[in-house]
C-alpha cells in the first residue's frame, strides 16, 4: 500500500521498549481528544480517547497523557511490538468533528 | 476491520473532469465525515452529513459536494479537478455524536 508517511517526523524503537508519541494541539474548546493509528494503505483506526475533564486514561498497553495548560498529548505504547509500526495522529474534536495533527512515524525494530 | 468501505479503491482523472466516491456505513450509523488526506499529512476534514442533511463543512470550496442516502451511504463528489486534489479521501461513520469514528480504507485520487 501506498505510504502516508512521507516526510513525518519518525520514532525509532527496539522491541519490548517503551513509546511515547507527543502531540501538540490548538482549540482550548476541544471536549474530545484522540489517538489513531494509521498502517500504510489503511484507514485510521481508533486507539483511544481521553475527555477535555481527565488527565489521564488507559487502555491495554496504551496510555494517553493529557496537560491541558500547555496543550499537550501523548500517547505511551508499553512493551512495543513490531505490529505497532504505523502513523500514529492526534485528533481534537471541536464541534463534533475531528481535526488532525501532523503524525508520528513509528518504527519498531526486532 | 471496520465494516465501512469505500469505492473504487484507486482512481486516476484528468484536470477538470468530474469524480464520484462513495462510501457505505457501519450498521446503525447515522452520521458521516468525509476527509482529504494529501502524503504526509493528517486527514483534513471536508464535510458531514447527518440524516441526509450537511452538518458541518470544513475550509473546502464548493465544488466539493455530498450526498447521504436513507441507508446512511454517501457520495463525495467533486467537480473542476485541480492536481492537489490528489490525495486519499477517506470517509468515517458514527453514531450520532459519539466521537469514535470508524473509518474506510479510502479511496486514492489521482489527478493528472
Known amino acids: 500500500g501506498e505510504s502516508v508517511g512521507l516526510h513525518l517526523p519518525t520514532l525509532s524503537v527496539q522491541e519490548g521498549d517503551n513509546s511515547i508519541i507527543n502531540c501538540a494541539y490548538s482549540?482550548?474548546?476541544?471536549?474530545?481528544f484522540i489517538w489513531y493509528k494509521q498502517e500504510s494503505g489503511k484507514g485510521p483506526q481508533f486507539i483511544i480517547d481521553i475527555r477535555s475533564n481527565m488527565d489521564k486514561r488507559q487502555g491495554q498497553r496504551v496510555t494517553v497523557l493529557l496537560n491541558k495548560t500547555v496543550k499537550h498529548l501523548s500517547l505511551q505504547i508499553a512493551a512495543t511490538q513490531p505490529g505497532d509500526s504505523a502513523v500514529y495522529f492526534c485528533a481534537e474534536t471541536p464541534a463534533g468533528t475531528l481535526t488532525f495533527g501532523k503524525g508520528t512515524m513509528l518504527l519498531v525494530s526486532p | 476491520e471496520t465494516g465501512v468501505t469505500q469505492s473504487p479503491t484507486h482512481l486516476i482523472k484528468t484536470r477538470g473532469q468530474q469524480v464520484t466516491l462513495r462510501c457505505s456505513s457501519q450498521s446503525g450509523h447515522n452520521t458521516v465525515s468525509w476527509y482529504q488526506q494529501a502524503l504526509g499529512q493528517g486527514p483534513q476534514f471536508i464535510f458531514q452529513y447527518y440524516r441526509e442533511e450537511e452538518n458541518g463543512r470544513g475550509n473546502f470550496p464548493p465544488r466539493f459536494s455530498g450526498l447521504q442516502f436513507p441507508n446512511y451511504s454517501s457520495e463525495l463528489n467533486v467537480n473542476a479537478l485541480e492536481l492537489d486534489d490528489s490525495a486519499l479521501y477517506l470517509c468515517a461513520t458514527h453514531r450520532d455524536s459519539y466521537n469514535e469514528q470508524f473509518f474506510g480504507p479510502g479511496t486514492r485520487l489521482t489527478v493528472l
Open positions: 482549540n482550548s474548546a476541544s471536549d474530545y
